[in-house]
């Protein structure tokens, strides 16, 4: 399969790639000390607006909207969008810069496809713009919720309202104080078959009966300012006409916004490999240990080689997926989506563990990009669902469609 890009996609990568350069990279430390420091926690970096400004001017903003998202979309098919999301991958908090960090990507995509057009105006267009974010809630502290089958929350409608009461947890995004509104998943119909008796609803961040019960850390960081929470709904109160699509239409919702997503997060995880394998080879040529370079050493070698082959693997890969939902959609593309989900994840969480290895304790800190994007990369092998699902899953379409074949 042939992945050359066209020259707009081309050349977007090239400012892209530019912009980065000169206000990303320079400004890591900066932004890692305010993000730590308790006295901003919850405070946005204050000089991202400016940043976003400029990336704005540039053309590079909600680049990730694909084509099949109509009038909102920069014109971008997901496997032209996927060389820039592993770009603005390399540094973790890059994406929000051009308007396409999760979770108000997946929401204003999840918006673009199955809102009403009040609800495109009240809430997508200013997600669109940047001028306010948002949280999405549907793993739930209470049940397994890999299995969303699972989740209890209630959304019961009430005349002209809907009345939602339950506890979501990992809710990300809900401790932005920018942050104006959540889309929830629960329970509308209790009698209803397993698959159709949940719905996706807006829910204001300021609704009375809406409670953070504490934020959630990540391997002990808070990742502020967006953070994870815990949330409890009791009796909230919302209009029925902020209901998503209809009644009973939340796993057809889910799968729609998570297959985009997930090829999202899937190229954002490569960015931070090649960028940990860089600094493999840069410390590896910089440091001696036992009379000789690392360079030298035939382990660090060898950590270097199966680090690039499981990179080219895994960006193929990905890059296979995005194509085929492309051609077919989230559905058509499914196994490759669950493969990728599992490959990328694992692949990065490895090279980013043997470059940890090679700078020796220097990896642990943050003096480089390496120990986050770790830990980051760990969390994601449960993030949008965990390795065992997608592998569970895997297994069963494979077994049918292979046990099908005719064998020569």
């Given at each position: 399969?042939?992945?050359?890009?066209?020259?707009?996609?081309?050349?977007?990568?090239?400012?892209?790639?530019?912009?980065?350069?000169?206000?990303?990279?320079?400004?890591?430390?900066?932004?890692?000390a305010?993000?730590?420091?308790?006295?901003?926690?919850?405070?946005?970096?204050?000089?991202?607006?400016?940043?976003?400004?400029?990336?704005?001017?540039?053309?590079?903003?909600?680049?990730?909207?694909?084509r099949?998202?109509?009038?909102?979309?920069?014109?971008?098919?997901?496997?032209?969008?996927?060389?820039?999301?592993?770009?603005?991958?390399?540094?973790?908090?890059?994406?929000?810069?051009?308007?396409?960090?999760?979770?108000?990507s997946?929401n204003?995509?999840?918006l673009?496809?199955?809102a009403?057009?009040a609800?495109?105006?009240?809430?997508?267009?200013?997600?669109?713009?940047g001028?306010?974010?948002?949280?999405?809630?549907?793993?739930?502290?209470?049940v397994?919720s890999?299995?969303?089958?699972?989740?209890?929350?209630?959304?019961?409608?009430?005349?002209?309202?809907?009345?939602?009461?339950?506890?979501?947890?990992?809710?990300?995004?809900?401790?932005?104080?920018?942050c104006?509104?959540?889309?929830?998943?629960?329970v509308?119909?209790?009698?209803?078959?397993?698959?159709?008796?949940?719905?996706?609803?807006?829910?204001?961040?300021?609704?009375?009966?809406?409670?953070?019960?504490?934020?959630?850390?990540?391997?002990?960081?808070?990742?502020?300012?967006?953070?994870?929470?815990?949330?409890v709904?009791?009796?909230?109160?919302?209009?029925?006409?902020?209901?998503?699509?209809?009644?009973?239409?939340?796993?057809?919702?889910?799968?729609?916004?998570?297959?985009p997503?997930?090829?999202?997060h899937?190229?954002?995880?490569?960015?931070?490999?090649?960028?940990?394998l860089?600094?493999?080879?840069?410390?590896?040529?910089?440091?001696t240990?036992?009379?000789?370079?690392?360079?030298?050493?035939?382990?660090?070698?060898?950590?270097?080689?199966?680090?690039?082959?499981?990179?080219?693997?895994?960006?193929?890969?990905?890059?296979?997926?995005?194509?085929?939902?492309?051609?077919?959609?989230?559905?058509?593309?499914?196994?490759?989506?669950?493969?990728i989900?599992?490959?990328?994840?694992?692949?990065?969480?490895?090279v980013?563990?043997?470059?940890i290895?090679?700078?020796?304790a220097?990896?642990?800190?943050?003096?480089?990009?390496?120990?986050?994007?770790?830990?980051?990369?760990?969390m994601?092998r449960?993030?949008?669902?965990?390795?065992?699902?997608?592998?569970?899953?895997?297994?069963?379409?494979?077994?049918?469609?292979?046990?099908?074949m005719?064998?020569?």
């Amino acid at each position: 399969m042939d992945f050359d890009y066209p020259d707009q996609t081309k050349a977007r990568l090239s400012r892209l790639d530019a912009f980065m350069r000169a206000h990303v990279y320079p400004c890591e430390e900066e932004v890692h000390a305010w993000s730590v420091d308790p006295a901003n926690l919850w405070v946005p970096w204050p000089k991202l607006d400016e940043l976003k400004a400029r990336a704005r001017s540039e053309q590079l903003w909600n680049l990730f909207l694909p084509r099949s998202c109509g009038e909102y979309s920069p014109g971008l098919t997901h496997l032209e969008y996927a060389p820039l999301a592993e770009m603005m991958g390399r540094v973790p908090w890059a994406s929000e810069v051009f308007n396409c960090h999760a979770p108000d990507s997946g929401n204003m995509e999840l918006l673009a496809r199955y809102a009403s057009d009040a609800q495109k105006k009240q809430w997508l267009e200013p997600l669109l713009d940047g001028s306010i974010h948002s949280a999405f809630s549907m793993t739930e502290p209470e049940v397994a919720s890999s299995d969303a089958t699972n989740l209890r929350t209630s959304i019961r409608r009430d005349g002209d309202d809907y009345v939602i009461n339950g506890r979501k947890w990992w809710t990300s995004g809900v401790m932005d104080p920018r942050c104006t509104f959540l889309i929830v998943m629960g329970v509308s119909d209790t009698g209803g078959d397993r698959h159709h008796r949940h719905s996706m609803i807006i829910v204001p961040r300021d609704a009375t009966g809406l409670r953070i019960v504490r934020h959630l850390t990540v391997f002990g960081h808070n990742h502020s300012p967006g953070g994870h929470a815990e949330i409890v709904f009791e009796n909230v109160r919302v209009p029925a006409d902020n209901m998503i699509l209809g009644e009973g239409r939340g796993f057809e919702i889910a799968q729609g916004r998570l297959g985009p997503g997930r090829i999202h997060h899937c190229m954002r995880s490569i960015g931070q490999a090649q960028r940990a394998l860089e600094w493999m080879a840069r410390r590896a040529t910089s440091r001696t240990a036992f009379g000789a370079s690392l360079s030298e050493h035939g382990t660090v070698r060898e950590d270097v080689a199966l680090s690039f082959c499981e990179i080219e693997q895994a960006r193929l890969l990905t890059l296979k997926a995005a194509d085929a939902m492309d051609r077919h959609g989230a559905k058509g593309g499914k196994d490759l989506i669950a493969a990728i989900k599992v490959v990328a994840s694992r692949m990065a969480q490895l090279v980013t563990d043997r470059a940890i290895q090679v700078h020796g304790a220097m990896g642990l800190s943050a003096d480089t990009p390496i120990a986050e994007a770790f830990a980051l990369n760990r969390m994601l092998r449960i993030a949008d669902g965990p390795d065992a699902v997608h592998l569970a899953q895997l297994g069963r379409w494979k077994i049918a469609e292979l046990s099908a074949m005719d064998m020569p």
